[in-house]
């Protein structure tokens, strides 16, 4: 029985607009969230191309009732993306062991995604624009206040410079604490509904921006797409 019922063009434009819900019945919320991001990190020709195969891969096969697909789809595809990031040797062994039926308890996986989650959360934090409005607001304030020109700007390059830092690390450890605990949850459980709600979507756009393509390889977008088709066809039923 087919997944989705919605004709291409609805589905397409469904995830264009980044819809709410699925235009169509059986596709979890896990799994539209995802999508919808995915779609929107892709080229616009790109991004139709990957939605009809999206479609038609819905059209014919049903979504396992678990989490097996974003486990095969972080082990094969996100995890070997952040190796350059993180030591991902931990959450990739338990990703592996969840797809095959064997996902370890809550506060194992805590463990294991708390260093990554930490140091992907370090890396996608917005260093650059960060530090030009910590420095701009610190030398208008320098400014307002007496200093030099001179003066003022080496003002802001400091305190930019501090606060940078100090809101990148807060940052990080705000997310790897929060995510960290919802993750583990939701893979512990196997639970769908419960992995919907960590809001997937931004999670893989904190890949994206902790990551860059190297020489001769796919954009990272493109991978996590085609990644994610790969998982859902690895997995059925």
């Known amino acids: 029985m087919a997944t989705t019922t919605a004709a291409p063009a609805a589905f397409r434009a469904a995830l264009r607009t980044q819809a ?17 991001a995915v779609h929107g990190e892709l080229a616009p020709p790109a991004a139709d191309a990957w939605a009809t195969r999206l479609h038609a891969l819905l059209g014919t096969a049903r979504i396992p009732a678990g989490l097996r697909p974003v486990h095969v789809w972080q082990a094969e595809t996100v995890l070997p993306l952040l190796a350059g990031t993180a030591d991902t040797a931990a959450p990739a062994a338990l990703h592996r062991a969840a797809a095959r039926g064997a996902p370890g308890d809550r506060d194992t996986w805590r463990s294991a995604l708390g260093p990554l989650l930490l140091r992907l959360h ?12 910590g420095h701009a607001g610190a030398r208008d304030y320098a400014l307002a206040n007496g200093y030099s020109t001179a003066e003022a700007d080496a003002y802001g ?3 930019a410079r501090l606060s940078t830092e100090a809101n990148a690390r ?29 809001f997937p979507g931004a999670h893989l756009k904190a890949v994206l921006r902790a990551t ?3 020489p001769g390889e796919a954009a990272p977008p493109r991978l996590l797409a085609d990644g994610l088709l790969t998982a859902l066809t690895a997995c059925p039923p």
């Open 212 to 214: 860059a393509a190297a």
């Open 122 to 133: 370090d890396a996608a934090y917005d260093r650059a624009g960060a530090y030009a409005q």
């Open 170 to 198: 807060a940052f990080a450890e705000a997310h790897a604490a929060a995510l960290g605990a919802a993750l583990a949850t939701a893979y512990a459980a196997d639970d769908p509904v419960a992995y919907a709600a960590t």
């Open 20 to 36: 709410a819900e699925p235009p169509a019945a059986g596709v979890p919320a896990w799994l539209w969230r995802l999508a919808t």
């Open 157 to 159: 390059h400091e305190y």
